[in-house]
């Protein structure tokens, strides 16, 4: 049966830790920033599933997948995160 790969992040001070599980096996490290924990969890997943083909693998912060999407693009894209209340929202258009 399909089961996939997870790989849950937390912060740690300046550090994160990543913790990848893949049927039943656990393994743990610690990086300097998000994008290099996210290249750890690659070299995690190497380890417990080396002779799978296609890799699934669901990377979640703190347990919540949309919130290592945000950060991780937020990390990779140099930018800081908008609140909602912060978007603008374009004038209406006026009719003549």
Known sequence: MFEPIEANYTP???DWKVEVTCRGKTLKATAPGLIAAR???D???E???PNEEIKTVVHTLEGDAVSFTAAYLTARLGTEPR???EVTT???A???
């Open 94 to 96: 006026t009719g003549s």
């Open 43 to 45: 070299q995690l997943v």
């Open 83 to 85: 609140k909602a209340d």
């Open 47 to 49: 380890k417990l599933a």
């Open 90 to 92: 374009p004038p209406a």
């Open 12 to 14: 740690d001070g300046d």
């Open 39 to 41: 290249d750890r969890a």
